[in-house]
């Protein structure tokens, strides 16, 4: 299996800050990953496809990129509403396979 | 877009056989791919495979190999997951989520929370 390495598993900000996530896959998967988002209780909804394209409907500060092992996940100016753990998944390979997830708090 | 409506909430004992449903709706079935994905209390997403409703072709992520049973009636536009033989640590939400041709999960169902213990 490919694994998905994200960093950090925790982090806390404050509203307005610039927040990056990083993911690194075990192995060259080009640019097959995607980016999800799950708010406590709730289903997984996802963000970011193929890397870098935002889904409809997906504000705008939420932003993707990265290619090969190596991939970031950036939310511009946080917002309250962005408390959430996110995830990353890869789809060069099945099994299909997660990071570990990343929990954003707000300071 | 499809909507996924999974059935409800289960109470089993060890030893128990249980089967899950994720009813899907407004797109065609077989267009896509239905994936199953687990989350323990407290802990991350686990892949745990998917099936081509079109022909019933199921594939397992190892960890799960032999432990659950994937199914899809295309008739009725139902995914199943199944078990044999609950074990306590089966004890976890599990989700399903259409799979579409960006190898993203595009629509969720609700969870299916299923608890295991004697």
């Known amino acids: 299996d490919i694994q998905m390495t994200q960093s950090p598993s925790s982090l806390s900000a404050s509203v307005g800050d610039r927040v990056t996530i990083t993911c690194q896959a075990s192995?060259?998967?080009?640019?097959?990953l995607n980016w999800y988002q799950q708010k406590p209780g709730k289903a997984p909804k996802l963000l970011i496809n193929?890397?870098?394209n935002l889904e409809t409907r997906v504000p705008s500060r939420f932003s993707g990129s990265g290619s090969g092992t190596d991939f970031t996940f950036v939310i511009r100016s946080l917002q309250p509403e962005d408390i959430a753990t996110y995830y990353c998944?890869?789809?060069?390979?099945?099994?299909?396979?997660f990071g570990q997830g990343t929990k954003l708090e707000i300071k | 877009e499809v909507q996924l409506v999974q059935s409800g909430a289960e109470v089993k004992k060890p030893g128990e056989s249980l089967n899950i449903s994720c009813k899907a709706s407004?797109?065609?079935?077989?267009?896509?791919?239905m994936a199953w994905v687990r989350q323990m209390p407290g802990r991350g997403l686990e892949w745990m495979g998917i099936?081509?409703?079109?022909?019933?072709?199921?594939r397992y992520s190892p960890s799960f190999e032999g432990q659950v049973t994937i199914s899809a009636d295309k008739s009725i536009t139902t995914a199943y997951l199944q078990w044999s033989s609950l074990k306590a640590s089966d004890t976890a939400m599990y989700y399903c989520?259409?799979?579409?041709?960006?190898?993203?999960?595009?629509?969720w169902g609700q969870g299916t929370l299923l608890t295991v213990s004697s």
């Open positions: 192995q060259d998967i080009n640019f097959h």
């Open positions: 099936i081509y409703p079109g022909d019933s072709d199921a």
């Open positions: 193929v890397a870098s």
């Open positions: 407004g797109d065609t079935f077989t267009n896509y791919a």
């Open positions: 998944q890869q789809y060069d390979d099945l099994p299909y396979t």
């Open positions: 989520a259409t799979l579409v041709i960006t190898g993203s999960l595009d629509s």
